[in-house]
């Protein structure tokens, strides 16, 4: 089975449990092998990870866990202790040691271990790595660490401070290599990443990178006003060779997400990507609604909301009210605003 899947790790509303839990049954028919639980809308995996979690939540992770496995697909949690400074104290590795023991007795089959958009300071790969090692202690399953610097785009730096120095090769060095490490690409949201880079990087990390795919994300204050509707360009099958993994996070809109899902695996088969886009809308959509988006997908993808006139977005509504496809559905609603993210995305 190929190591794709999807991460659900972006900012903004996390996806409705019923849309979310979809994607076991969509990727066991179209293909892909795991899914990582990780929103950052989500406190219990992130600023407030040093909380009790309760029962109810504890039943919410295990009713994922085994609707994804029933699939066959792999299930994962992306865990982000947010804050751990430039030492880890006593308390800390006591929490740390809890949540993962909690994780490993559920049976999730990956997790992630996620310092990605938290700041930095001159001791960042050092603390992340003893807490890498401390969590290995408690779980025994993959582990996909994505480090804070996961791409050289100046944007990390400009947002969260100035990367210590050495700090990818003493993540390449002290994180053992059966541990993944994520990649974003050349940029945070990469429009190219191809085989020389992806080479290099593997050089840089000491094994080939598990690349976070951001290409369709639009978590952010700007992003949010587009909806990513675009062919895998910029990839090819050569480059996904060159890859541990291929790890998605997707768009706001769970059901829009799963037409550039299946367009990117056509293309990493080898596919042109415009015609695995088409094909892909014509494979999930309805013979009227694959016209609407073929015929309007640049407008919301390159004029966005904020250049859309209030009377072509009416017009859009009315006719999407009369489809019956839940991505209709998601369309309409983010032309009436209910998808706008705030400042919480940093890097957008």
Not at 157 to 165: A, Q, S, T
Not at 179 to 205: E, F, M, N, Q, Y
């Amino acid at each position: 089975m190929r190591n794709i899947g999807v991460v659900e790790g972006f900012f903004g509303p996390a996806w409705p449990m019923d849309k979310r839990l979809s994607y076991a049954d969509f990727m066991a028919r179209y293909g892909g092998s795991f899914y990582i639980y990780a929103p950052k809308q989500d406190p219990h995996l992130r600023k407030a990870w040093r909380e009790n979690w309760d029962e109810n939540y504890l039943q919410k992770l295990q009713g994922m866990k085994n609707h994804f496995q029933k699939f066959g697909i792999q299930f994962g949690v992306g865990f982000s202790p947010f804050g751990l400074g430039t030492t880890l104290t006593e308390e800390d590795k006591k929490h740390l040691e809890n949540k993962l023991s909690i994780l490993n007795r559920l049976g999730i089959d990956l997790l992630g271990l996620f310092f990605d958009d938290m700041p930095t300071n001159d001791h960042l790969a050092e603390t992340q790595i003893e807490a890498l090692s401390i969590i290995q202690k408690s779980f025994r399953q993959r582990i996909v660490f994505c480090p804070s610097y996961y791409t050289p785009d100046p944007i990390l730096e400009k947002v969260f401070g100035k990367m210590p120095e050495h700090y990818l090769e003493k993540i390449a060095d002290g994180v053992p290599l059966s541990v993944s490490i994520a990649w974003t690409g050349p940029k945070v949201i990469s429009p190219v990443i191809d085989r020389d880079h992806l080479i290099g990087v593997t050089s840089l990390l000491k094994r080939r990178p598990f690349i976070w795919e951001n290409l369709f994300a639009n978590d952010g204050p700007k992003n949010c006003k587009f909806l990513k509707l675009k062919p895998f360009a910029g990839r090819s099958a050569e480059a996904f060779a060159e890859t541990e993994a291929f790890g998605f996070n997707m768009m706001n809109q769970p059901e829009l997400s799963k037409i550039t899902y299946l367009a990117s695996m056509y293309v990493l088969e080898g596919e042109e990507a415009e015609r695995a886009f088409e094909k892909a809308v014509r494979e999930i959509c309805s013979q009227e609604f694959s016209e609407f988006i073929l015929k309007h997908r640049m407008d919301f993808l390159e004029k966005g909301l904020d250049v859309l006139t209030e009377e072509l977005k009416q017009e859009h509504i009315q006719k999407l009210s009369t489809l019956k496809d839940p991505g209709a559905l998601e369309i309409k609603e983010w032309l009436q605003g209910k998808y706008i993210v705030g400042s919480e995305c940093l890097t957008d």
